[in-house]
DNA sequence: TTGTTAATTGTTATAATATAACATTAAATA
DNA sequence: TATTTAATGTTATATTATAACAATTAACAA
C-alpha cells in the first residue's frame, strides 16, 4: 500500500508521525493536528489502527506510543523489534536479519501456527551509558 | 524473595493471579478481591508494580494483563516470551533455552547494555488452527 | 451515469487503564 | 525505642481507548 492511496486523515497523521521520528502517543498526536481539523481520539485511533495495520507505523507496546517503521516502506510487518533506553527513553527498530531469522525458525517448531511477533529489548543506549 | 516475605495485599493478588492461571486485567484482579479488603485501583497497581518487579508475574504488555510466572518461582524476570492466540486469546509462557540464548547474544552485539526483554508471539494455537 | 456498497469521517459520550497526592499504619532496623 | 522505610487506605483525576450513530465520500457494477 502506497502513501498516495492513504484517506486524508491517514496521511496527516503518518505525515505528522514520520516528521516527529520518534514515538509518541495518540493524544499528543491529536493535540498537534487539530490544526489540521482533526478534532476526537477516534479520528485518530482509526488512523493509527490502519495505519498499523498496513506495516506504515508500530505500536510501540510497552509505552503506548507509535513510530513510523524504519524497515520497509510498503509492507505489512509481522516482525518487530525494538531496544528501549530506560534512562532518556530513545526507541530505535532493530532489523537484524539473523534475528528475525532465527525468530521465524522458533516459530515454525512451534506448537502454533505464528503470523506476527513483537520484541521490545530495555536497556541503557551508548550516550545514557557512559553518563 | 520468597513468597512469605510478601506484604498482605502483595499476598492476596499473587494467589488471586496464581489461582486464575491466565492473564487478567487489572480492574478484574480489583472486582476479585474486593471480598479481601482490597477496594481502589492503587492498592492493585501498587501490588503489580512489586510483583512485577520482583518476577511473580508478567505484564502481557499487547494485553495490558498480568499472568503469574510459570518458569522459576522466585528470580526477577528479565526475559520473558509469549505466545498469544488471536483466536481465543490463550497466552503461554515460552521458555525455550535456545531462545533465551539466542537473544542474550544478540544483546551483547549491540550498542546497547541491555536488562530487560519481552516477546510476544501472536498466531492460532493448535485448537483454533484445525477449526 | 446512476444506484449500491464499502470506506471514511465527524461527533458526543463514555469505558478502561493507570497514577498523583496525601494521610495513616505497620515493619524493619540502627 | 527512635527512626526511617515500606506498605496501606483513600479521594480524585489523568491517560488511553472505544462505542455508537449520523453524515459524507469513494469505489465500482449495472
Chains 1, 2 share one sequence.
Do not use: W
Not at 478534532?39 to 493509527?48: S, T
Not at 532518556?88 to 536479519?97: A, L, M, P, Q, R
Request: glycine residues 4%.
Amino acid at each position: 500500500m502506497q502513501k498516495e492511496t492513504l484517506s486524508k486523515n491517514q496521511k496527516i497523521i503518518l505525515d505528522y508521525i514520520e516528521k516527529v521520528n520518534e514515538p509518541i502517543k495518540a493524544y499528543s498526536i491529536l493535540h498537534n493536528v487539530q490544526k489540521k481539523g482533526i478534532k476526537a481520539p477516534p479520528q485518530v485511533y482509526r488512523a493509527l489502527d490502519k495505519l498499523v495495520e498496513i506495516g506504515k507505523i508500530h505500536k510501540i507496546e510497552s509505552k503506548n506510543a507509535f513510530v513510523a517503521c524504519k524497515n520497509s516502506n510498503c509492507q505489512i510487518s509481522k516482525a518487530t523489534a525494538f531496544s528501549i533506553c530506560e534512562s532518556c527513553e530513545e526507541v530505535s527498530e532493530i532489523s537484524d536479519h539473523k534475528l528475525s531469522k532465527y525468530l521465524k525458525t522458533f516459530q515454525e517448531k512451534a506448537g502454533m501456527k505464528f503470523n506476527k511477533y513483537n520484541l521490545e529489548f530495555f536497556g541503557l543506549c551508548k550516550k545514557c551509558s557512559i553518563k
